[in-house]
C-alpha cells in the first residue's frame, strides 16, 4: 500500500514541477518479463522510470547506495538491488535472473553510470546478456528534456527489441542487441519533444 500511495505522490509532483509526460506505455508489456534501458542523466531517473509506467520496476543500482543505512532500507523497499559494476556484477545478474524467471519487470541503465554531459555514453552489454539469457524483450528508453522546474520533461518507451532476432544471425548476439539497443535510445532521444 505504501510503494502505491508514494508512486502517486511522486508522479504528481513531477507533473507538477516537470511538465512531465509518457509517451510509448503502450510499448511495456502488460504481462510477463522485460527489461526497461534508459538513457542516465539524473539520480531521478529511477523514480521518474518507476512512476511512469503501472508495473513495478525493479532496479539494479549501484552497491555504494546500499552502504547508507537509511537509503539502504528506502530503496529496497523500492526493490532496487546491489550491482558491483567493478566487480562483473555475477551475483546482480543472478537476481536479475530470478526476477525475470517470476515475470518481473528490471530497470537497467545500459550506460552503466549517469552521463556528465547528458549525451548518450557507450552502452555495456549488461542488459544484452540477461535479455539473451532469458529470451526477454528489451524496452529502449529515452528521458528528454532534462530536470529543469516547469519546464517539459519526457518519458519515451520505444518499441521492445527481442533477442530472438539475432539468434543464427550474428556472431556476437550481445554486442550486437546492445549496439542496437542504444541507437534506438539515441533515436529516441532525437525525436525533438523538448
Not at 12 to 38: D, H, M, Q, W
Not at 51 to 71: D, G, N, Q, W, Y
Not at 114 to 134: D, E, F, P, Y
Amino acid at each position: 500500500m505504501l510503494y502505491l500511495t508514494l508512486h502517486w505522490i511522486v508522479r504528481f509532483l513531477f507533473s507538477v514541477f516537470f511538465r512531465y509526460r509518457v509517451i510509448g506505455a503502450e510499448n511495456i508489456p502488460k504481462t510477463g518479463p522485460a527489461i526497461i534501458c534508459p538513457n542516465h542523466i539524473s539520480n531521478l531517473d529511477p523514480p521518474l522510470i518507476g512512476v511512469s509506467t503501472k508495473r513495478k520496476v525493479h532496479f539494479m543500482a549501484k552497491e555504494e547506495l546500499f552502504r547508507i543505512p537509511i537509503f539502504r532500507s528506502l530503496i529496497r523497499y523500492l526493490n532496487a538491488f546491489p550491482v558491483n559494476r567493478s566487480g562483473g556484477g555475477r551475483e546482480a545478474i543472478q537476481k536479475g535472473m530470478e526476477l525475470l524467471k517470476e515475470d518481473k519487470i528490471l530497470g537497467i541503465f545500459p550506460e552503466g553510470t549517469r552521463s556528465k554531459t547528458g549525451k548518450l555514453g557507450k552502452g555495456r552489454v549488461g542488459a544484452a546478456v540477461l535479455a539473451c539469457r532469458a529470451g526477454v524483450p528489451l524496452i529502449p528508453t529515452a528521458i528528454i528534456g532534462g530536470y529543469r522546474l516547469f519546464r517539459p520533461l519526457y518519458v519515451v518507451f520505444g518499441k521492445p527489441i527481442h533477442p530472438y532476432e539475432y539468434e543464427g544471425k550474428s556472431s556476437n548476439p550481445v554486442r550486437d542487441l546492445t549496439d542496437r539497443l542504444m541507437k534506438e535510445i539515441q533515436r529516441l532521444l532525437d525525436s525533438n519533444l523538448s
